[in-house]
């Protein structure tokens, strides 16, 4: 089994940061991409950014410039620093993990969420 457990998220105000956090724990031989995933109400879920094993980065064009994606192999974790906010940007945050077991198995993983909300 693997378990994603997402941190950070909150209320911030137009052109504030905010940085997210989300840790891998389990039976984990290798991670390949993680990702961060949002979807605001009415709306479907859209890929925000990935990265890679080797560290290789892709944003959505939204958020280019704007937001930074890093892991650390070493803790199993990867972060989004999200910064000049606007409100589009108010979204449940979700990271996901493509994930190789002790077992063999290669899956896609998901954290639990964590909202995001840009008001003034």
């Known amino acids: 089994q693997v378990q994603l457990v997402e941190s950070g998220g909150g209320l911030v105000q137009p052109g504030g940061s905010l940085g997210l956090s989300c840790a891998a724990s389990g039976f984990i031989v290798r991670i390949n991409n993680m990702g961060w995933y949002r979807q605001a109400p009415g709306k479907q879920r859209e890929l925000v950014a990935v990265i890679t094993g080797g560290g290789s980065t892709n944003y959505v064009d939204s958020v280019k410039g704007r937001f930074t994606i890093s892991r650390d192999n070493a803790k199993n974790t990867v972060y989004l620093q999200m910064n000049s906010l606007e409100p589009e940007d108010t979204a449940v945050y979700y990271c996901?993990?493509?994930?190789?077991?002790?077992?063999?198995?290669?899956?896609?993983?998901w954290g639990q969420g964590t909202q995001v909300t840009v008001s003034s």
């Open positions: 996901n993990a493509n994930v190789v077991t002790t077992s063999g198995a290669r899956g896609n993983y």
